[in-house]
């Protein structure tokens, strides 16, 4: 299914201290439970060695439908998932090379 359009995102998170399970808790909600119209796939992984620290790499059929759904969810509940943050999640919009 991958194609020239398709984009992979990497979406990194960072929990307050004392409230890593309700962040690793909203990350996990918040990617199983919102319809997400063009997304192909989503792993989500915590560091080993940061605990507090949550990475979901995404792919998506284009960067349209990425921007779609990140605008989407700022108008619903991610203001919610945010205060268990120390800071707003991280998104990087990767190409492969080589």
Do not use: C
């Not at 399970?21 to 199983?32: E, T, V």
């Not at 915590?46 to 605008?71: C, L, R, S």
Request: glycine share 6%.
């Amino acid at each position: 299914m991958s194609n020239q359009n398709t984009i992979t995102v990497l979406i990194e998170i960072h929990a307050k201290d004392g409230l890593e399970l309700q962040a690793r808790d909203a990350l996990l909600h918040a990617i199983q439970t919102s319809e997400k119209l063009g997304l192909i796939s989503s792993t989500e992984y915590e560091d080993a060695n940061d605990p507090g620290a949550f990475y979901a790499i995404q792919v998506w059929e284009n960067a349209d439908a990425f921007h779609a759904h990140m605008d989407d969810a700022a108008k619903s509940g991610m203001n919610e998932a945010i205060q268990v943050l120390r800071e707003h999640p991280k998104t990087a919009l990767l190409r492969t090379i080589g």
